[in-house]
Structure formats: structure tokens, C-alpha cells
């Protein structure tokens, strides 16, 4: 009970300090970012990936890995043969698979500053991509790399858009798999499937900044146990769902769909298909599932 004070505490100082000190500082480490991208003309050549994936894969499926603790070995292993999107330390599985993501994107700093990060990222064969405000954290981070502008902020959660031009930016919100999406459909993607995307976190901060641990609840496949990283990472929820609310409705307005294939979880906000009948479908030269309602 006393550790768990301790965390709480560490985030409610946290906070504080985000919200008084820390702004300032992002702001001008985003502006410096943004501007070692330009001069290094590492904007160049993320505006050529772009081009060159612009609907790439029209008309196609691709799925969008979350990192939850539904998330399976087997599952990864299944998707061998898939375009996919992954993110943050999703190398933690690769241990144990051969599996590796088709693009990889990673756009929170704090993630970024995970030791050993940029060395196992830089293993992987992939397109990365990163935001451009963060090159001072992600700088190491070598390879394929596009660095993609992102518009950000409180703001755009209870007024929430969808980039249809990743050129001019992307719109980082609330979760790295809404980035994806965005990404995904700017290469032209009809099917995105979800998977692993749990949506449930052992420690939460509702919108008005109440502080909550959830007993027994893992926030990712590799975590072990309860550990203090967990509580000094709290998420947000209730942003996601807006996100994801949006998610589904700008999709379905645009001639796209996103389902959700992730086993369990509290991720309501698009329809779901059950990843066995993906799998069954594929042994069957289908593609086709019905999707279901969760119960």
C-alpha cells in the first residue's frame, strides 16, 4: 500500500510539473526538432516515402498491432505473411518470433527515452516512422526513417480530425494506433484490423485528472507484474474512446473500415471479428469474416 502512495504521488507531482514547467520547455525542444529535420534534409526524404507509399495498397488489408496483453506469440507468428503496423516496444516479443512489423512508428517521446530503444528499433527492416517534433529524442533512430509533423493537444480530443495529407502532418492523439491508422490510410488500405488493442491500463487518469490504479490488470504483453514504470505511464482512456469514436465514423464516411479483432478488452468503438475466424478464413483462400457484437 505504501508503494503504491509513492506512485501516486510521483504522478500527481508529475503533473504539476507538466503543467507548469515542462510546456515551455517541449515547445522549444519540438521548434529546435523541427528545424534539425529541415536542415539535415531528412524532410526530403520523408517526403519521398510518402509519395512512394501514397495508396500503394489500394483496396487492401493490413492490421495494426496494439501492444495490450491480449496480444499472443501465436498471433504474431499467424501474421507472417500480413502488412503490419507496429509500435513503441513491440521488439520486446521478438525473442520469441521471427515475425517483424512491415512499418513501425513510435511518436511519444517518453517511450522514446526507454533505454535501449533506438538500437533495437534500428534492427528492424522496416519503414519507421517518427515525429518530426520529437528528433531530439528519436535522432538515433536510423534506417528508413519519415519524420511526419503532427498537430497535437487537448483541442483536438473534443474536436478530433483525420489527415487525408500525412505531407502537410498527422494528427498524434490520445494513442500511437490512431497515428497508424491515419498512416495506413494514406496508403491506400480498405480493411484495417486491430489487434492487441486492449484498451485498459493498471493505472488510468480519468478527464477530471483523478488518478486510478486497476488491481490485477497488466497494460501490456510484456509486463510481469504491476511495476512502477506502469504507474509513472498512466493513460487516458477516455481520450482514446473519443479518438476512436471518430475513427469509426470518419471511416465509414470515407469508404474504409476499421475493425476490431483484439480478444477481450474494452475497445467498443468499432465492429469486431473474432482472430480465429481470420485465421480460418486464410486456410480457406478467404478473406471474408463476420463481424460480431461484443457481449
Excluded at 516512422?129 to 528508413?144: L, S
Excluded at 480530425?161 to 490512431?178: H, M
Excluded at 497508424?180 to 494514406?186: H, L, P, T, V
Aim: with cysteine.
Amino acid at each position: 500500500m505504501h508503494n503504491v502512495k509513492q506512485y501516486l504521488y510521483k504522478l500527481k507531482r508529475n503533473d504539476v510539473w507538466m503543467k507548469i514547467k515542462r510546456p515551455m520547455k517541449h515547445k522549444i525542444d519540438y521548434f529546435r526538432s523541427s528545424l534539425a529535420v529541415k536542415r539535415s534534409g531528412q524532410n526530403q526524404r520523408s517526403r519521398e516515402i510518402l509519395l512512394q507509399y501514397k495508396n500503394r495498397y489500394a483496396g487492401q488489408r493490413c492490421f495494426i498491432l496494439g501492444n495490450g496483453p491480449s496480444l499472443t506469440i501465436d498471433d504474431l507468428n499467424w501474421l507472417k505473411d500480413e502488412i503490419t503496423f507496429a509500435s513503441n516496444r513491440i521488439y520486446k516479443a521478438f525473442d520469441q518470433t521471427d515475425w517483424r512489423p512491415t512499418f513501425y512508428a513510435i511518436f511519444d517521446e517518453s517511450v522514446g527515452e526507454t533505454e535501449g530503444l533506438a538500437e533495437e528499433v534500428n534492427k528492424m527492416q522496416c519503414i519507421k516512422f517518427c515525429r518530426e517534433q520529437g528528433y531530439y529524442i528519436f535522432h538515433d533512430i536510423k534506417g528508413d526513417v519519415c519524420w511526419l509533423h503532427s498537430y497535437y493537444g487537448r483541442k483536438y480530443i473534443d474536436h478530433p480530425r483525420f489527415s487525408e495529407n500525412l505531407i502537410d502532418g498527422v494528427y498524434a492523439l490520445a494513442t500511437v494506433t490512431y497515428t497508424m491508422i491515419q498512416i495506413a490510410r494514406w496508403m491506400g488500405f480498405s480493411e484495417i484490423y486491430l489487434l492487441g488493442c486492449d484498451n485498459r491500463y493498471a493505472y488510468t487518469i480519468t478527464r477530471d485528472g483523478t488518478i486510478k490504479r486497476n488491481e490485477n490488470v497488466m497494460s501490456y504483453f510484456y509486463n510481469t507484474s504491476m511495476n512502477e514504470a506502469d504507474a509513472l505511464k498512466a493513460a487516458e482512456p477516455w481520450g482514446m474512446n473519443i479518438i476512436f469514436e471518430f475513427a469509426e465514423k470518419y471511416s465509414r464516411e470515407h469508404g474504409f473500415r476499421i475493425y476490431n479483432a483484439t480478444r477481450g478488452g474494452f475497445l467498443e468503438a468499432f465492429e469486431r471479428v473474432k482472430m480465429d475466424d481470420l485465421i480460418e478464413a486464410k486456410k480457406e483462400g478467404t478473406t471474408e469474416v463476420v463481424p460480431y457484437t461484443s457481449t
